[in-house]
């Protein structure tokens, strides 16, 4: 839990609305005005705010990780499901390469959420992780296409098992982006109230607004896969 000098909360907050903590001011009135709207003084309302963004910060870093940990399912699932397709798709071995390819690379993209550190709140590594998580998505968007073309392959009931298993990996990832992009919105527009300005120097600038998941262009394309061979002969 972050901490901070509730006296220097009081002070803070009370030059930025124009008043002075001494005298028995009044600061109810103008602090409900920028959006302090709970606490009877001036030192709860400040309190009560900073706990709030600390809260909704805190409910991002759930949220992230319940998309890291889905993402970390789909990768554990791919070896396995690679090696069955081996057996079957003897003429894809491009396109499982590609696979593996695509999970190396989306497996070494990470974010950090440290002191000092804040990948969440940086435009271009967020546009890194996703281009490496799309890649992957692509690459198992071919894996699918080959499966139709080998029927014994298909049938395999290890391998159907598998691609179950990581076509719910893939539903529970887009349903925990949803989450998380909701609970960034949440976060940010409370960032962005001018009671949220008010506390954010008094902390140090360490609540920064975060960038949420973008649409993926590649996902509204199907997975292209060229059959330069013909399928080989079923093996066991």
């Known amino acids: 839990m ?3 000098s509730t006296r220097l909360v009081v002070m803070l907050c009370a030059l930025t609305l124009g008043v002075s903590t001494l005298g028995g001011c009044d600061f ?19 309190t009560i705010k900073y706990d709030t963004l600390v809260d909704k910060d805190e409910a991002c870093i ?16 791919i070896p396995n499901l690679v090696q069955v397709a081996k057996g079957y798709a003897t003429h894809e071995r491009k396109t499982l390469d590609e696979v593996i390819q695509a999970r190396a690379s989306a497996t070494q993209v990470k974010l950090e959420y440290k002191q000092g550190v804040d990948d969440f709140s940086d435009p271009a590594k967020m546009q890194q992780f996703q281009a490496a998580q799309s890649g992957m998505s692509q690459a198992l968007g071919k894996l699918m296409v080959v499966q139709e073309s080998y029927p014994d392959l298909k049938a395999n009931q290890n391998f159907a098992t598998l691609m179950t298993q990581m076509e719910g990996s893939e539903n ?3 349903q925990a982006r949803r989450v998380y992009n909701s609970t960034v919105a949440d976060y940010n527009k409370e960032l962005r109230h001018v009671s949220g300005k008010v506390i954010n120097p008094v902390t140090g600038f360490e609540f920064k607004a975060r960038v949420p998941f973008t649409a993926d262009a590649d996902a509204r394309q199907a997975p292209k896969v060229n059959f330069d061979d013909p399928p080989a002969a079923s093996t066991t």
């Open 2 to 4: 972050k901490k901070t």
């Open 28 to 46: 109810k009135k103008p602090a409900e005005d920028v959006g302090f709207k709970q606490g009877g003084s001036l030192l709860e309302k400040g």
């Open 62 to 77: 759930q949220a992230w990780g319940d998309i890291d940990a889905t993402l970390q399912r789909r990768a554990d699932l």
């Open 172 to 174: 529970r990832i887009l």
